[in-house]
């Protein structure tokens, strides 16, 4: 089969997602040694983290602006561009105020890359669920091997050459990207930047039936994601007596299962649809989520965290939901919206599963995700039985 230039643009754009995940999650496994070295608390430094992720949360929307104006390819090498020079700046700070502004300036950066890319595969490809999935594999692969290296090049060399791996990824994908992908152009390069934060506009985006029900899917979703990769290592220990590194090993379990599956998800919702794909993956965590709560063998609560890997693979059909729903002269400040909206709301899965743990435990914190679930694949049985054009 004769390669395609379609598919260079679409190993590039997923090599762009690994670099810029790569990047925020370096920073994790050595979170002491920055402690110790600017001589503050574990808090501090996640009002940082919290600060980075929210800029990338609120970066999806403007980007998809940006690339209306001056187009796609230019917006991914400026987030890659940035990603880069953030990761040198924050390994190089001389105070931890200065960490936490370079940590806000690489979510942001690192931030303008997903929407661009998803909605500039989405029309070079006629399959988009299998590209979304595709693409979104690039995360999952960074989880998995990131923080492992991070913490090997910290052990030897320092905290701050374990963030240099941040701009070690970032630097060869963006030269890459600008000398393989050619120029696209802007959608709307006559659009004044001011044009697309109309309030009536986005509230009209929002409220249209379609575009919200999806974002209630959307937020569930996230929620629940938020919430596993967040805390599934400390509820194995707390809940089941695990050892960290065997909490972490299942943890990887985790992401290798969603790396897997994104891919074959998205290629599920074009050959069977979106909405019957979204429903089944998000079903696999109705099971999934009460297995680890009840599971009283290791193998048991290591099969349910695999499928907790395929129920979190969800983004494929659910964001390909939304592209369908949107015009070809909306798609990128439209989702760039919702995306952010979903983002931020579903970023609660953190404290409200935390919170919950603490004053019910950890099994009914974590049973509650499955009922979660269960709420959002109801709804879809229920839309299709009534034939709702949600």
Do not use: K
Not at 136 to 160: D, E, F, M, N, T
Not at 216 to 237: D, E, H, M, N, R
């Amino acid at each position: 089969m004769r390669w395609e230039y379609r598919n260079t643009v679409l190993v590039l754009c997923t090599a762009a997602f690994f670099a810029t995940m790569v990047a925020r999650l370096v920073i994790s496994p050595v979170v002491p040694e920055i402690e110790s070295e600017f001589g503050t608390s574990a808090g501090m430094i996640g009002l940082a983290l919290t600060g980075m992720w929210a800029a990338y949360a609120l970066s999806q929307f403007p980007s998809g602006i940006l690339a209306d104006r001056y187009g796609e390819r230019s917006v991914i090498l400026a987030a890659v561009s940035v990603t880069a020079v953030a990761s040198v700046a924050l390994a190089l700070s001389p105070s931890l105020a200065t960490f936490g502004l370079f940590a806000v300036a690489l979510g942001a950066g690192a931030g303008l890359h997903y929407v661009v890319a998803t909605t500039l595969l989405t029309r070079i490809f006629s399959n988009t669920g299998r590209a979304i999935g595709l693409h979104v594999a690039g995360s999952p692969i960074a989880g998995l091997s990131a923080p492992v290296l991070a913490a090997a090049v910290a052990a030897r060399y320092g905290w701050r050459a374990a963030i240099l791996l941040g701009a070690a990824a970032a630097i060869p994908v963006g030269l890459l990207f600008a000398w393989r992908v050619r120029e696209t152009e802007p959608q709307h390069p006559e659009r004044p930047l001011r044009e697309g934060f109309e309030p009536e506009t986005l509230v009209e985006l929002l409220s249209r039936p379609a575009i919200a029900y999806t974002t209630v899917l959307a937020v569930i979703s996230a929620f629940v994601w938020q919430a596993t990769a967040s805390f599934l290592p400390a509820f194995l220990i707390a809940h089941h007596g695990y050892s960290t590194a065997l909490a972490g090993a299942l943890f990887s379990l985790y992401f290798v299962a969603h790396g897997i599956c994104a891919p074959t998800i998205g290629g599920f919702s074009d050959r069977f649809g979106r909405d019957p794909t979204l429903a089944a993956t998000l079903a696999t965590g109705i099971v999934a989520y009460p297995v680890l709560v009840a599971g009283s063998s290791l193998p048991v609560v290591a099969g349910a965290v695999a499928l907790a890997g395929v129920a979190m693979s969800w983004s494929a059909p659910l964001q390909d939901r939304y592209i369908v729903r949107l015009s070809e002269d909306e798609t990128n400040r439209g989702f760039g919206l919702v995306r952010t909206v979903y983002m931020l709301l579903g970023a609660l899965g953190s404290v409200v599963t935390g919170t919950l743990a603490d004053l019910a435990g950890w099994g009914v914190a974590y049973g509650a995700l499955g009922l979660l679930l269960a709420l959002a694949v109801g709804s879809l049985a229920l839309v299709r039985l009534r034939g709702l054009s949600l």
